[in-house]
T-cell receptor, first 113, second 118 residues
């Protein structure tokens, strides 16, 4: 079993829809949770960075962490064609191993006109 | 802020040759940089942790003699793929953490290098 599970998609939605992206994980030691957006042939771009459980909002993006369920989500409101990309969740433990991140496989999102 | 520059973005080389990839933190200092490898439709796999002024730490299964890492300054780390073979063709991405941001600051990634070995 992978430490981090993420549905690879592809997920196709119409412009303006609310998008929900999710990851589950098995290691309760993870405390820091990130969402990255990766366009084709580019490096990942940090979108959201959260610590422990709770919600964090930044513009059209909302990140949720439920540590009791080992489940994290990224919501995108009013989705745009420019949001079409692969979204990677990542997480790490608070100590040890430097800043080693464990990534999900990424969910490919396509927002259609 | 927090820009990581990676060069070259694409490289094609012949089997048996060596290729050097550079990773620079442009507006911050990074005592630690990380090198990842990504295959098509797969996640990022950490290859090694590059530490300024000391030896890199390699992940299990990564050949240190094949993937040479040098982190000579607080803003530059290099990855050299030695005696490259077609199976080394992949997307290599570096990342760095702002030293002043502390251990818990997030990683920022370069735009990757697409290596094709013919």
């Amino acid at each position: 079993q992978k430490e981090v599970e993420q549905d690879p998609g592809p997920l196709s939605v119409p412009e303006g829809a609310i998008v929900s992206l999710n990851c589950t994980y098995s290691n309760s030691a993870f405390q820091y949770f990130m969402w990255y957006r990766q366009y084709s042939r580019k490096g990942p771009e940090l979108l959201m960075y959260t610590y422990s459980s709770g919600n964090k909002e930044d513009g059209r993006f909302t990140a949720q962490v439920d540590k009791s369920s080992k489940y994290i989500s990224l919501f995108i409101r009013d989705s745009q064609p420019s949001d079409s990309a692969t979204y990677l969740c990542a997480m790490r433990k608070p100590t040890g191993g430097g800043n080693k991140l464990t990534f999900g496989t990424g969910t490919q999102l396509k927002v259609e006109l | 802020g927090a820009v990581v520059s990676q060069h070259p973005s694409r490289v094609i080389c012949k089997s048996g040759t060596s290729v050097k990839i550079e990773c620079r933190s442009l507006d911050f200092q990074a005592t630690t940089m990380f090198w990842y490898r990504q295959f098509p439709k797969q996640s990022l796999m950490l290859m090694a942790t590059s530490n300024e002024g000391s030896k890199a730490t390699y992940e299990q299964g990564v050949e240190k003699d094949k993937f040479l890492i040098n982190h000579a300054s607080l803003t530059l780390s290099t990855l050299t793929v030695t005696s490259a073979h077609p199976e080394d063709s992949s997307f290599y991405i570096c990342s760095a953490r702002d030293h002043e941001g502390g251990f818990n600051s997030p990683l920022h990634f370069g735009n990757g290098t697409r290596l094709t070995v013919t």
